[in-house]
């Protein structure tokens, strides 16, 4: 057994920050996000962890238990493994040196969050896609109840919309028609955005397939960036499809989609219909594309009765059928190179070979570790003090998660640090040499996952369903029959214990603890400027950028660590002389990267999560090359991303461009109340304290006045709102009264909004308030006056503090920006990788 290590008292988190700063070698990063994700919190706040390595333990003796409940069988021999036959039974220790300084085995984050913490009750599940959204309202309702009841336990959720009937068609309510399957995209993405999973949104993918006929309507949806912002969105593209594109022939949409007798049909030009998927993902980098039937045939599961894909996770490298769940852990590659950056660097396979074949078996326990974290779930639901009948639909899908868990037993062995393998071996990653080494660490992996599997399936049971006849059907299994066929042979004697093994899923979180490059994607830089926000008045902080709005940061040059770790060894600082130098993200040759891919996809039973990166001026032509290349490859699906795509605008006809922006005739606009709402917000004029009177006409800004904090306007601190009512003085003269409630509710009057303020800046503000009664987008007028040319530096910091008043009036996914971190300001933080978005200044990712 290991040694008791953790504390049972409590660590503030300036005594878990100091600790972790020095695990982490001074890596704030790495330090604040294993603290902000990870470590384990009380209730009151305080934390029970100092560093990973209390983690680790934690961790580490849950396996261990569930480890000592399989070796107290005796395990027969016969048909066992080499290596099986040889190794000895793990054990807490055993495995807590695996985890130990995340060298060798990394559990995904659900699992570092959720696993041995007894203050909350959470799945260990990474994701789940549930059943296809049932063709009516109580089934719309049913599925959005299904996403809170996950989210709120920590799970990531992916539906498929197919099953909805297409816009216009006929129902038997009140209503007469539907209004499509699109229309319900921002229910599903409200519920996202609205249930927090510790502070955390939740992650949705909602799919949907090309035959469907309202797929040009979803595939467009997101060109309007303040649509269905909490999810993400792919297309399920047919091989039917794709070759229809490639012949440039007609295409059939239709539903039901598998129907033979569809009772909706509608012809369309395929490479027409390609051409919007291209120029959308161009716009944007959705949708997302998924070649369908390749998920389909070359998989280990989907093939079986009950089990064929639905959909897919929120990051895409899982498909599965509606009602099962992911478990997630990574082998970091980087550890298997021995003597790294030097001539003597060599791989071990060998070595490899042995933690693989652990780690799939920790994998099978996870399974285990799960079904008990559900049977918690389950226990909580029941004690819960609501009525039978509003916990159902959370029991339904609990149970349904349990029982495919049990029968399936599915598994997720990925491996994060790629790029630095190749790197440490002294090969360019996209080079001829680096995938030919490439393969030969994916059949290491692959096969000692399956040995693991079959061994396991000999000692603990195959899983549920296993039928030889079925297997035969999965091109991944002929596969194995081909190449590997004594692996092939022995799994056809014992079965294997998990329906499937292993994806390549993303590693944000986890390789930022780990220190080394994300999944399979090359390093994405070499070296960046990290910016960190600062509080200007503070005499010691050195200002190095403030942006548009007037925010500090300080800059500092980071480098990848492993490019570090080259210069150590190396002596070498000439960033050309590097195995990195011509192989990061945007330099790399996007028909290697796709080579690559493919190669991986060979030995991988579910799918990958990855994106190319590319320069903001390639072309819509280029987009579409990459992704027919990579369906003819043999991809199961991959991302695009272009340099400021998601800075897309919104594409509409005219009629629909003007409606959406709330103009109606020429020059009119709302007719102003006498007294309207408004919000005080403070900001500073250099060194003045100012304040914005912003007055509110159905919670949206209509007018601004600004001005100085001083006399009738010094308004007190604690003071958030208040009315602006117009008047008229005796001359007939508009006059604008501010009025608020005291601390005892007595009315509070100052007469002459303007007689306090510069009449230059007056001005200004009529302006700027003449733009906004006639509705502008709020994320287009604050841009606007950020882009207003000042003659003198009062009027411009006067702008600044305006525009940051009015930005808190942008909705929630509003602004168009590509690179702005929204949870910690760096104008630039904000990176595209494995299909999500994460930022290098604070760790932030969309994928959690």
């Known amino acids: 057994m290991v040694e008791e290590k953790i504390t049972k008292g409590s660590y503030t988190y300036e005594e878990v920050l100091n ?57 027969p021999v016969e048909g066992l493994s080499v290596y099986g036959r040889k190794r000895k039974k793990s054990t807490e220790k055993f495995i807590y040196n695996l985890f130990k300084d995340f060298k060798y085995v990394i559990p995904q984050g659900s699992v570092m969050f959720g696993l041995g913490n007894n203050e909350i009750i959470a799945s260990l599940s990474n994701c789940v896609v549930i059943p296809p959204v049932y063709d009516s309202y109580g089934g719309i309702f049913y599925t959005d109840q299904q996403m809170a009841q996950l989210f709120k336990r920590r799970c990531g959720v992916g539906v498929d919309l197919s099953e909805l009937r297409p816009k216009d068609a006929k129902v038997s309510n009140a209503a007469g028609s539907t209004t499509g399957a699109v229309s319900f995209m921002n229910r599903f993405s409200a519920t996202t955005r609205e249930v927090a999973q510790n502070g955390r949104r939740g992650a949705l993918m909602l799919t949907m397939d090309i035959a469907h006929p309202d797929i040009e309507e979803f595939i467009t949806i997101k060109q309007d960036l303040t649509k269905v912002t909490g999810a993400n969105i792919s297309v399920r593209l047919s091989d039917e499809f794709m070759k229809a594109v490639e012949n440039e022939d007609t295409f059939t949409l239709r539903w039901p989609i598998e129907s033979k007798d569809p009772k909706y049909t509608k012809e369309v030009d395929a490479k027409e219909l390609w051409k919007t998927i291209i120029k959308s993902a161009h716009n944007t980098a959705e949708p997302g594309l998924i070649f369908w039937d390749r998920q389909h045939h070359y998989s280990t599961s989907s093939l079986y009765p009950g089990f064929k894909n639905s959909s897919t996770n929120p990051c895409s490298e899982i498909a599965m059928q509606g009602g099962d769940s992911c478990r997630l852990i990574a082998v970091n590659l980087f550890s298997f190179v021995d003597h790294p950056f030097t001539e003597k660097a060599k791989f071990n396979h060998k070595k490899l070979y042995e933690v693989v074949y652990e780690s799939q078996r920790l994998m099978d326990d996870l399974v285990d570790l799960e079904l008990e974290a559900v049977d918690k779930i389950l226990d909580k639901i029941e004690g819960d003090p609501e009525p039978d009948k509003i916990k159902q639909n959370e029991i339904e899908t609990w149970k349904l998660l349990q029982e495919t868990g049990k029968k399936g037993r599915r598994t997720g062995l990925g491996f994060t640090a790629l790029a630095d393998a190749m790197g440490a071996l002294g090969l360019k990653f996209d080079s001829a040499e680096a995938i030919q080494e490439v393969d030969g660490i994916m059949k290491s992996k692959m096969t000692a996952e399956f040995d693991s599997s079959i061994d396991m399936a000999i000692e603990r049971g195959q899983f549920e369903v296993f039928n030889r006849n079925i297997e035969d059907t999965s091109e991944f299994v002929q596969m194995l029959r081909d190449e590997f066929p004594e692996l092939y042979a022995r799994m056809m004697i014992y079965g294997r214990r998990n329906i499937s093994i292993s994806t390549v899923a993303p590693t944000g979180s986890l390789s930022m603890l780990a220190q080394v490059s994300s999944g399979i994607e090359p390093v994405f830089m070499t070296s960046y400027k990290r910016r960190r926000k600062i509080n200007q008045d503070d005499k010691n902080a050195r200002v190095d950028f403030v942006d548009d709005l007037g925010d500090a940061f300080e800059e500092f040059t980071v480098y990848h660590k492993k490019v570090e770790e080259w210069m150590k060894v190396t002596g070498e600082t000439d960033m050309k002389k590097s195995p990195y130098a011509g192989a990061t993200a945007s330099e790399i040759d996007w028909k290697k990267r796709v080579e690559l891919q493919a190669l991986v996809q060979k030995y991988t039973t579910h799918s990958i999560s990855s994106t190319i990166n590319l320069a903001a001026d390639v072309t819509e ?79 949206r800004p209509y007018e601004i006045f600004t001005g100085k904090m001083k006399d009738a306007f010094n308004l007190p601190q604690w003071l958030e709102k208040g009315w602006v009512i117009k008047n008229r003085d005796e001359n007939g003269e508009a006059r604008y009264d501010f009025q608020y409630l005291d601390k005892e509710g007595y009315k509070i009057t100052i007469e002459g909004l303007s007689r306090s303020f510069d009449k230059e800046f007056w001005n200004y503000a009529k302006l700027i308030s003449g733009i906004l009664r006639h509705k502008m987008p709020m994320h287009y007028v604050v841009d606007l006056i950020q882009n207003l040319n000042m003659y003198d530096d009062h009027i411009n910091t006067w702008k600044n503090g305006v525009a940051r008043a009015l930005k808190r009036y942008v909705k929630d996914g509003t602004a168009a920006v590509d690179k702005k971190c929204g949870e910690c300001g760096d104008p630039e933080g904000v990176i595209y990788s494995e299909g999500c978005l994460k930022c290098v200044s604070c760790g932030h990712s969309k994928c959690g």
């Not at 272009?642 to 009119?668: H, P, T, V």
């Open 621 to 699: 032509d280029l987009v579409g090359d990459i992704y027919m290349d990579s369906w003819k490859k043999g991809l199961k699906g991959i991302t695009v991303y272009r340099d400021g795509s998601r800075s897309g605008i919104l594409i509409a006809d005219d009629k629909k461009e003007s409606k959406d922006l709330g103009y109606k005739n020429e020059g009119q606009f709302p007719k102003r109340p006498r007294k309207i709402e408004a919000d005080i917000v403070r900001f500073h004029n250099e060194s003045e304290k100012w304040l914005a009177v912003v007055g509110l006409i159905d919670e």
């Open 19 to 75: 600790c972790s700063l020095s695990y982490f070698k001074g890596d704030e990063l790495a330090a604040t996000t294993w603290i902000n994700k990870y470590a384990l919190k009380k209730s009151d706040g305080t934390y029970t962890e100092l560093t990973p390595d209390d983690m680790h333990q934690r961790m580490a003796k849950e396996f261990g238990r569930i480890e000592a409940k399989y070796n107290k069988v005796e395990s």
